[in-house]
């Protein structure tokens, strides 16, 4: 490790603790209908911290459902959800997007996740979620 500043001050800043940037892409096509599913699930490792820079979540309808209903994509850390997207439409390419830049920082052990659900009778729709934060010792 490398430290930019004096050995005589106290802890260096997090930029100065071994950081990683860490990243993670969820895209996929053509997916029917289905109930609540996890997606990923993240926990900090042990002797970390992580600071959540960005989030994106983006539902698409590709093909018409019988009956169009609720379609959502979320991330959420415990039971809150940091960005959600929720889509009621039945056009075909017609979707929502939501991008978020929270800045949390996550302790080692805490977790967060992606969860996709599509109520709708038929059809199919396109997800792509995304996440970027950076991990350093704690």
Known sequence: MVRSSPVFLARPVWYDRNPSTVNY????????????????????AAGKKMWLMAFTCDVKRQTAATTAARVRAYWSFS????????????????????????GVLLLAG????????????????AYFASYLGVTFDA
């Open 25 to 44: 892409v969820f895209s996929q096509e053509s997916v029917a209908p289905h109930s609540l599913a996890t997606r990923t699930t993240v926990t900090v």
């Open 79 to 102: 039971t809150t959800p940091i960005v959600e997207v929720l889509f009621y439409g039945n056009n075909v390419d017609s979707g929502e997007c939501k991008s978020v830049y929270p």
């Open 110 to 125: 805490q977790t967060f996740g992606l969860y996709t659900e599509d109520v709708s009778t038929g059809g199919t729709c």
